[in-house]
């Protein structure tokens, strides 16, 4: 009898070049590499530099070497999201072709303003698993008649996600599956906890929901292992994927290499970069035993 052959199981190590790799970005390539090896499956990297105003080569050319030193191997081509800008507008297409996005003018400071307002009444504003402030609903609201004035007017705006609209038109519960360090099992998402999320802005034509979605679908990606810090994100992708009808992959988010502080690592710590670590002679079989491998 012929049996259906067994997909691939699809890693991808995802970072953006917008500062350098630390130990962080380290035990996430090492764990994708691990579990791809163990799965028999395929590594991929992507370049996430979809935001060109925080992106820069020289960042990319040192994560090339950093990967290297580490003693990891990618599939080529990698996949570079500044070249595919197209898939992302496609999607943002199919979006907008559901009524689900409305432009957005209003400016950091009406934002605050707004934000204060409304605390001024007693009641402490939304804020997402990230701790920033909903965006407020005024854009949402404003009559069609003002908004095509405004984007005639050429007025600087970003694209935002209707999330409500949006979690009409889902008729069943959102779920993953997630194997990783922190809540394990089927997860139910719950993206309305992020409100109207950003999808586009004039200087970066996709935000990272929207591109790392496009891109997993594209790229086949059938897990996704990544920092805990992008687990609640997971139900925003959740969302995006039930929308354009995309796969869900499985997903592992593995706990953080927090700092001496306690706080999780930023792109500026230098100590704990694997660049100064190569510098300073630590070897990659060090880096490795330093994140328990
Ligand atoms: N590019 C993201 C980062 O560097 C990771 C995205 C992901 O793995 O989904 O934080």
Known sequence: MHSPSRQKAVFRFAPSP????????????????????????????????????????????EIFRDLAWLGLEFESPVRRQSQHVADYQEALSRLEALG??????????????????????GKPWPRDPDGAPLYPPDDRLRPASQRAHLLKNGLR??????????????????TFQETGDGEKGEITADP????????????????????VVVDDALQGVTHVVRGLD??????VHRLLQQLLDLPVPVYHHHRLV??????????????????????A??????IRHLLGF
């Open 230 to 235: 992008l687990f609640h994100a997971t139900s």
């Open 258 to 279: 927090l700092g001496a502080d306690g706080r999780k690592l930023s792109k500026s710590q230098g100590s704990t970069g694997i660049a100064a670590l190569r510098a």
């Open 157 to 174: 705006h970003t694209l935002r996600l209707d999330m409500q609209k949006a979690l009409s038109l889902v008729k069943e519960p959102l």
């Open 281 to 286: 002679d630590h070897s990659p079989a060090d």
């Open 192 to 211: 309305s906890v992020w409100g109207d999320v950003v999808l586009s802005r004039s200087d970066a034509p996709s935000s990272y929901h929207l591109s």
């Open 18 to 61: 917008n500062g350098f790799l630390h130990l962080g970005h380290a035990l996430s390539a090492l764990t994708n590499q691990k579990m791809a090896q163990e799965q028999g499956g395929r590594l991929l990297l992507r370049i996430e530099d979809i935001d060109q105003t925080r992106c820069r080569a020289e960042f990319e050319d």
């Open 100 to 121: 689900l996005i409305y432009p957005a003018f209003l400016t950091r400071g009406e934002v605050k303003a707004r934000l204060a307002a409304g605390e001024a009444s």
